[in-house]
Nanobody
Framework: VRLVASGGDSVQPGGALTLTCTAS????????VGWFRQTPGKEREGISC????????YYRDSVKGRFTTSRGNGKNTVSLHLNNLKPEDPVIYFC???????????????????WGQGTQVTVAT
C-alpha cells in the first residue's frame, strides 16, 4: 500500500503546475481525497477536498479560484492543478485518502490513515 505525490517544481510567480497523487495497493476511487501543504515549522494545512463520488470539491479560501482538483480516468490518481502561484504558497504538498467526505471538506486529518511522500513546490522571486 503506497501513496505518492509528484509533480512539484520551481516556478516563477504566476506560474502553473499539476501535482499528481498516485495510489498503489488500494483503490483511490473508494475515498475522498484531500490535498494538504506544509511549510517547515508550521502545521500541515488542508487546502482542497474531492468527494468520494467526485461530485463535490472544496477549496480553502487562500487557493479558491487558483487551484482545482480532479480524478484521473481509471489511473488510480488524483490531480491538483495549481495556477497563478504566489510566493507565499507553501513548500511541501501531500495528498491523503479520507474515509469521510465531511472530514475531508473540513480540512480535518483525523480520518486519514495513510500519508504518502510529499512533493516540493517552490515559487521563486
Amino acid at each position: 500500500v503506497r501513496l505518492v505525490a509528484s509533480g512539484g517544481d520551481s516556478v516563477q510567480p504566476g506560474g502553473a503546475l499539476t501535482l499528481t497523487c498516485t495510489a498503489s495497493g488500494f483503490a483511490l476511487d473508494d475515498y475522498a481525497v484531500g490535498w494538504f501543504r506544509q511549510t517547515p515549522g508550521k502545521e500541515r494545512e488542508g487546502i482542497s477536498c474531492l468527494s468520494e463520488d467526485s461530485d463535490a470539491t472544496y477549496y480553502r479560501d487562500s487557493v479558491k479560484g487558483r487551484f482545482t482538483t480532479s480524478r484521473g480516468n481509471g489511473k488510480n490518481t488524483v490531480s491538483l492543478h495549481l495556477n497563478n502561484l504566489k510566493p507565499e504558497d507553501p513548500v511541501i504538498y501531500f495528498c491523503a485518502p479520507h474515509l469521510s467526505d465531511y472530514l475531508c471538506s473540513q480540512w480535518s486529518a483525523s480520518d486519514v490513515g495513510l500519508w504518502g511522500q510529499g512533493t516540493q513546490v517552490t515559487v521563486a522571486t
